[in-house]
């Protein structure tokens, strides 16, 4: 989580509806690559980090390192402190996490607890750059206003005692049909190339169904009420 580099660091921001397409589809072909290149053996570099993932999934067409994309946004998509589906949350750079972080959000359970899908966050069967779905993600701002949140960690089962400084969310409100479409077409392939591939050995992009438990994330958000919960800096 954070620590690495977009290696496409690049403005991508663009008005050219062919262009949104070739980003989304190139998304999905390097996701794709991702899952198939290691043929049963995962190597150490071979995870799938925070913003791929968050580009390919929110069709939010932003490039370069997690905490930049809030000054990218800027003019080019609409920008806010209220999460709504489909969003990006973007993280300030913080500690360890010093490129920042990325995740679209999946539902709004209430005006301060949402879930997320992102990458490269927890470290699960002792491999970094897992896929997590609906992960729940609890505002603990004094206002309100998502610029502070504590976020599941899977190896503790518990949300813990960190919090994460965000800049607040991006929205998709300036995407095109086509783009739209695009982003649709590479989730489902996304979906279907992972149960293609048997779990044995799998790459941690392989991983796309996964998600928190249920019973897990109530319990979660429980201790956190009551201040419960591990610590942890670092993933």
Same mark, same amino acid.
């Given at each position: !989580?954070?620590?690495?580099?977009?290696? $496409?660091?690049?403005?991508?921001?663009? $008005?050219?509806?062919?262009?949104?397409?070739?980003?989304?589809? #190139?998304?999905?072909? !390097? %996701?794709?690559?991702?899952?198939?290149?290691?043929?049963?053996?995962?190597?150490?570099?071979?995870?799938?980090?925070?913003? =791929?993932?968050?580009?390919? !999934?929110?069709?939010?067409?932003? @490039?370069?390192?997690?905490?930049?994309?809030?000054?990218?946004?800027? /003019?080019?998509?609409? *920008?806010? @402190?209220?999460?709504?589906?489909? %969003?990006?949350?973007?993280?300030?750079?913080?500690? &360890? !996490?010093?490129?920042?972080?990325?995740?679209?959000?999946?539902? &709004?359970?209430?005006?301060?607890?949402?879930?997320?899908?992102?990458?490269?966050?927890?470290?699960?069967? /002792?491999?970094?750059?897992?896929?997590?779905?609906?992960?729940?993600?609890?505002?603990? $701002?004094?206002?309100?206003?998502? +610029? *502070?949140?504590?976020?599941?960690?899977?190896?503790?089962?518990?949300?813990?005692?960190?919090?994460? =400084?965000?800049?607040?969310?991006?929205?998709?409100?300036?995407?095109?049909?086509?783009? +739209?479409?695009?982003?649709?077409?590479?989730?489902? %392939?996304?979906?279907?190339?992972? #149960?293609?591939?048997?779990? $044995? #050995?799998?790459?941690?992009?392989?991983?796309?169904?996964?998600?928190?438990? %249920? =019973?897990?994330?109530?319990?979660?958000?429980? *201790?956190?009420?009551? /201040? #419960?919960?591990?610590?942890?800096?670092?993933?």
């Amino acid at each position: !989580m954070g620590r690495y580099f977009d290696p $496409s660091n690049r403005d991508g921001g663009t $008005s050219h509806m062919r262009h949104r397409v070739r980003a989304a589809l #190139g998304s999905l072909a !390097m %996701a794709g690559l991702l899952m198939f290149s290691t043929a049963g053996s995962a190597n150490a570099e071979d995870y799938l980090q925070c913003v =791929p993932f968050a580009r390919m !999934m929110s069709g939010i067409q932003l @490039f370069g390192d997690a905490w930049t994309w809030w000054e990218k946004a800027a /003019g080019k998509y609409s *920008q806010g @402190f209220t999460p709504k589906a489909g %969003a990006v949350l973007v993280f300030k750079p913080n500690g &360890v !996490m010093n490129k920042g972080h990325v995740a679209v959000v999946s539902n &709004v359970l209430t005006d301060r607890v949402i879930q997320v899908s992102h990458a490269n966050w927890s470290i699960i069967e /002792g491999t970094r750059g897992q896929i997590e779905n609906d992960v729940t993600v609890v505002d603990v $701002s004094p206002t309100g206003d998502w +610029s *502070q949140v504590k976020v599941w960690y899977d190896p503790i089962r518990d949300l813990g005692h960190t919090v994460y =400084p965000t800049y607040g969310f991006i929205y998709q409100s300036t995407q095109s049909a086509a783009q +739209s479409a695009a982003r649709t077409v590479a989730q489902t %392939a996304m979906s279907q190339l992972a #149960g293609a591939v048997p779990q $044995s #050995g799998a790459n941690p992009a392989q991983l796309l169904s996964q998600a928190a438990n %249920a =019973p897990d994330r109530i319990a979660a958000l429980l *201790q956190a009420v009551t /201040g #419960g919960g591990d610590d942890h800096t670092s993933h």
